[in-house]
């Protein structure tokens, strides 16, 4: 680190500096990233492991655009999925849970048929939708940018299903659905006391077929069970559309999950003004019907109770009530006319009522001998909630949401101030950390300068029941501007530049079983261009539009494969300068963006990477 | 020879005792319970018999609905729900339109007292029927009913011609946009504040949206014969007597929420209903049970309470679904918004529509611009990456541009197309609906 900007220094020794600098036409930035020797940094959590720093079982959610409650759209949480079986053959409920990016872990169940116990998470290899990082810089406008957030767009939002359909022996497979209304079908690839979910290369391309329509809704969010008790396998969704929002079933004409028609699909139950559905199937009331238990927006969970007769097409599943404490009445609303079919916007009033704080997922499994089942709820603070069944076989009842905590705890991640790591774990890249460590934190590395250095690796926390997540091999190949590459993270730091001016860049790093090391600097003029506005003569009238112009971005014509031993190296870059046409009217401004990124693809699982004291140069 | 007719009268009575018991104990019925009616027949309200007061002829008016309190929300993030009981079955007066009176379920008849407060019909312009001879045969629309249709509702169109007969004719209309109180009525459009020297701020001024660009396609591709565009979309309260001056041949409803009309909307809207003119409900949330769609359900029930008229599907063979409709290719109800096809639904009077419900979110459709072949999405932007302006005569809403295949579906141009070709035939109908069935009421 250059100790000559960044600590506090005089006014007399600045003048010399400055001084020394200027005879010399050289200039080391601080500036905007003033952080080159990563010694600042701010805690974050890592969830890697499914646990956070205080013991709670908790899972990294994502947000997305979703149909809002007001009508139109909204960035909301898409709460992370989960679903309850026995994985490991061990007679006890385990719990999976698919994070907001589509990382699939596996609470196993260590504690006994009345006491459960959680440790920590363990990842699987499931990864649907495998998502490219960028390795250069991008704006909204480039190519680059839009494959990358529509790769996301998919990544994020994904639901899963666990269910045995007799074809795998004891193993439980996997149904899952994205937030776009695909549905994609995992079976097992592990063993009765390993499962995992390796996807097939080209699992993106086959989804579960579902009829003619291109999609089956959106937020879908999966429950397999034999609803008509015909000994196939159904799916049933709740889905979370721009639209009523129904949960429907999918009757299945085979014993696996394989192929819908159009009329295979019915409306099993109505939303009645509730939205973004998650059911589950259970016998609520002890009567031998399925039933359902369905999370929606508000945080309520709501059930539906079957009636007597046996279910056939075309039938709906009436509104019964939503959940309360301990099973009482709803109150503050008016008493319940049993004798009406009831309607949520009756209920919802309720002040008594289970919440889980907003959009969830639910399941259910007994976690404690007693015959009942449990609830397990997906919050969207990310943590994992589970509510005991304290009632009875024909009247359950559950006093409150309890967040699920675990054996262990995590240590946050010091995440450099001014620099961005994109690790890629939604594109596979598992177990991957990232952070600012501290001298002696790891043995045998010790900051160039300073007390602390930016370093890539992997976690240490291992999977116990499950074997090592296999990372997916990439289909395509690296591009410029993108890694398809497991064991890929990019560090990203903004950074000023002047148009005109010559740039070098030097750092130092050291590493391990790294395959491949790049820097990339490009520029950005003129603090996000310019509006202008124009119009357009159509029939009805002189429109306006506005565009931007100078938000282009300006190669600096620097982008250099650099290697790396276990030693620390000091690494210098070109001199680099911008030799384009800078738009005239930015010409006399200040850019105030550009960026270094600087893409490090480690051996999966194995590899690790240090970089300390990096400073830009201009000349 | 009297004592002997006495004598036999009595000899007569005692042979049959079992009548003279019977008599007598008539004779003391009709003398207690004489001035009691014990089965009335109960006899509907006049309908449109226009007297002094206005169009409606009755004076009895239904009772306000139970009072909507407005409850506490517990902590969510969705506090959108108006609290209301869906199943209203609190009607305590049962009106209609319908004359026959086998129509009406005697359990549901108990009338509301008379409101101390006359009805609005003071206020309104509407026309004043003559005497209710002749009518329409197998409607139950009475003469008078008639005439007060045929002074609402015409002067729409020009000429004569239904279905496909409708491309030759002229009309000329002004579409409203009802305003109701509660829920969102402008989810499907956007609206702007001018500011007017000397009006100040105008609220409400409709920029663009769904029924504009409806209006700019009929307008467009009718050749001029049509007489409306994109700014002949206009807001309306629905507790206005506007309704009765300006005469709107449809007042379109929209939303995504639920939501509770008041007394006054109600009324008003049962009776402009009752001149003819037609309420146009579309979900902007497709399908069955949505917060709109129970509401709207819920609400034109309160409008048009008779038990016995409930919703019904439009039939395939509906004008605006056969070949003679003014875009014939509208052979079926077309798909909307991520695919949803529910029926149309309507709740009619003489056998017409009064209320027309379509639960597939075709505003939202209209809510995009096509090009002028119809065939492509307007696109056309100098710089890829910024808001495209106008097409040349519609709008597009950037927002659910952008959203298209990712989470709006089924809005390719031929959907599209098709979508605003069944939203002209369900206008054009609406427009002439009337035509031929007053045109035969036999005392006009």
């Known amino acids: 680190m250059n100790t000559l900007l960044f600590p506090k220094i005089g006014v007399a020794r600045a003048i010399i500096i400055a001084l020394f600098f200027t005879l010399t036409d050289s200039i080391v930035f601080g500036g905007i990233c003033p952080n080159g020797g990563f ?62 990016f589509g990382v699939l872990r596996i609470y196993f169940n260590s504690g006994s048929k009345t006491e459960p116990k959680f440790t920590h998470a363990e990842t699987t290899s499931y990864n649907l939708y495998p998502a490219p990082l960028y390795t250069t810089y991008v704006t909204h406008q480039d190519k680059g940018y839009a494959d990358y957030m529509r790769a996301i767009f998919f990544k994020t939002g994904q639901r899963i299903s666990l269910f045995n359909d007799g074809s795998f022996g004891s193993k439980s497979n996997l149904l899952v659905t994205t937030a776009q209304g695909r549905m994609f079908y995992f079976p097992n690839t592990g063993t009765e006391k390993k499962p995992d979910f390796k996807a097939p290369d080209k699992i993106e391309e086959t989804p579960v077929k579902t009829g003619s329509f291109p999609f089956l809704a959106q937020a879908l969010s999966p429950f397999v069970a034999d609803w008509n008790g015909d000994r196939k396998i159904d799916v049933i969704f709740g889905e979370g559309s721009y639209s009523a929002n129904s949960i429907f079933i999918l009757l299945n004409k085979s014993a696996t999950i394989s192929k819908f028609e159009d009329n295979d699909r019915h409306l099993l139950a109505s939303g009645m003004g509730m939205e973004q559905l998650s059911p589950c199937v259970v016998d609520y009331n002890g009567d031998g019907h399925l039933d359902l238990l369905v999370t929606e927006r508000g945080g309520r969970i709501a059930v539906y109770l079957s009636p007597a007769t046996p279910w056939k097409p075309g039938d709906t599943i009436p509104f019964h009530t939503f959940l309360t404490k301990d099973g009482a009445p709803p109150q503050g609303v008016p008493p319940i006319d049993d004798k009406k079919p009831r309607d949520p916007f009756d209920i919802y009033k309720a002040t008594n009522l289970l919440n889980t704080g907003g959009i969830s997922t639910i399941g259910t499994g007994d976690f404690n001998g007693d015959k009942l089942f449990d609830i397990v709820v997906g919050k969207p603070n990310g943590r994992v909630a589970i509510a005991l069944n304290t009632g009875t076989a024909t009247e359950p009842k559950f006093a409150a ?63 116990a029941v499950m074997d090592p997540p296999a ?88 982008n250099e494969v650099f290697t790396v031993t276990d030693k620390w190296k000091k690494i210098t870059t070109k001199e680099a300068v911008y030799t384009g046409k800078v738009p005239e009217v930015l010409m006399n401004t200040d850019p105030v963006r550009g960026a270094t990124v600087i893409a490090v693809t480690l051996e999966p699982g194995a590899g690790d990477f240090s970089i300390d004291d990096f400073q830009v140069i201009e000349k | 020879m009297e004592n002997n007719f ?26 207690i319970f004489g001035t009691t009616v014990l089965f009335k027949a109960v006899q509907e309200p006049p309908d449109f018999e226009g007297g002094s007061e206005g169009f409606v002829g009755s004076t009895e008016e239904t009772a306000p609905p139970p009072q909507q309190t407005q409850q506490e929300m517990p902590q969510t993030q969705d506090v959108t729900v108006t609290p209301t009981p869906v199943n209203n079955s609190a009607v305590n007066a049962i009106t209609t339109t319908a004359t026959s009176p086998t129509s009406f379920s005697m359990a549901q008849m108990v009338m509301a007292p008379v409101p101390t407060a006359a009805p609005a019909a003071t206020t309104m312009s509407a026309p004043k029927p003559s005497a209710p001879v002749g009518g329409v045969k197998g409607t139950g629309m009475t003469a008078a009913a008639a005439a007060g249709i045929k002074g609402f509702t015409g002067g729409w169109g020009k000429g004569s011609g239904s279905g496909t007969g409708t491309r030759s ?163 079926e109800v077309p798909p909307g918004i991520n695919f949803y096809k529910e029926p149309v639904y309507c709740l009619k009077i003489y056998g017409e529509i009064a209320v027309i419900y379509t639960a597939n979110d075709y505003g939202d459709m209209w809510q995009f611009a096509l090009d002028t072949d119809r065939k492509k999405l307007y696109l056309e932007t100098d710089r890829p990456g910024y808001a495209p302006p106008h097409a040349t005569y519609l709008a597009q809403n950037q927002q659910l541009l952008d959203l298209r295949e990712r989470l709006i579906f089924n809005v390719e141009p031929p959907a599209l197309d098709m979508s605003f070709k069944f939203g002209v035939n369900m206008i054009i109908h609406l427009l002439t609906r009337w035509e031929s069935k007053v045109k035969s009421a036999t005392s006009l």
């Open chain 1, 39 to 100: 010694e600042e940094s701010t805690p974050a959590r890592d969830l890697s492991a499914g646990v956070d720093s205080t013991g709670f079982a908790s899972i990294n959610t994502a947000t997305g655009t979703v149909p809002g409650a007001n009508g139109g759209f909204a960035n909301e949480n898409l709460a992370f999925s989960v679903s309850v079986a026995d994985l490991n053959a061990d007679g006890l409920p385990d719990i999976a849970a698919m994070d907001g």
């Open chain 1, 401 to 463: 949401l309890n967040d699920l905590k675990l054996e262990t705890t995590s240590v946050d991640i010091a995440k450099p101030v001014g620099w961005n790591l994109h690790l890629g774990e939604a594109s596979g890249n598992f177990g991957a950390f990232g952070g600012v460590v501290k001298a002696d934190a790891i043995p045998g590395i010790q900051p160039v300068e300073g007390s602390s250095f930016l370093h890539l690796g992997f976690t240490n926390k291992k999977n």
């Open chain 1, 471 to 558: 990372f997916r091999a990439s289909k395509a190949k690296d591009t410029e501007g993108q890694s398809f590459s497991p064991g890929t993270s990019v560090i990203f730091g903004p950074i000023p530049f002047k148009a005109g001016k010559k740039y070098s860049f030097s750092f130092s790093a050291r590493g391990n079983r790294v395959k491949s090391a790049r820097i990339n600097v490009q520029a950005v003029f003129a603090g996000g261009g310019r509006v202008e506005t124009s119009n357009v003569q159509t029939k009805r009238g002189v429109q306006e539009t506005q565009h931007v112009v100078g938000r282009e971005v300006l190669g600096l014509n620097l």
């Open chain 2, 6 to 31: 006495v004598a036999n009268f009595i000899d007569k009575l005692r042979n049959s005792r079992d009548f003279t018991i019977s008599f007598l104990i008539h004779v003391i019925f009709v003398a």
């Open chain 2, 169 to 331: 004719r002229e009309f000329e209309f002004t579409a409203y946009i009802g305003q109701y109180a509660g829920g969102d009525w402008d989810s499907t459009i956007s609206t702007v504040k001018r500011t007017k020297p000397g009006r100040g701020v105008e609220p409400d001024n409709i920029d663009n949206g769904s029924l504009p660009n409806l209006l700019g396609y009929i307008s467009e591709f009718s050749g001029g014969k049509i007489k409306t565009n994109y700014k002949n979309v206009k807001t309306i309260k629905l507790d206005s007597p506007d309704f009765f001056s300006l005469k709107p041949p449809f007042i379109f409803l929209t939303g995504s929420k639920d939501f509770v009309l008041t007394e006054p909307e109600v009324e008003n809207l049962r009776k402009y209903v009752s001149l003819g003119g037609a309420i146009w409900g579309d979900s902007s949330r497709p399908g069955r049970n949505s917060r709109f769609d129970i509401a709207f359900r819920r609400e034109m029930k309160r409008v048009l309470p008779d038990k016995d008229k409930e919703w019904e599907e439009l039939p395939p063979n509906h004008p605006v679904f056969t070949g003679h409709a003014y875009y014939p290719e509208v052979k």
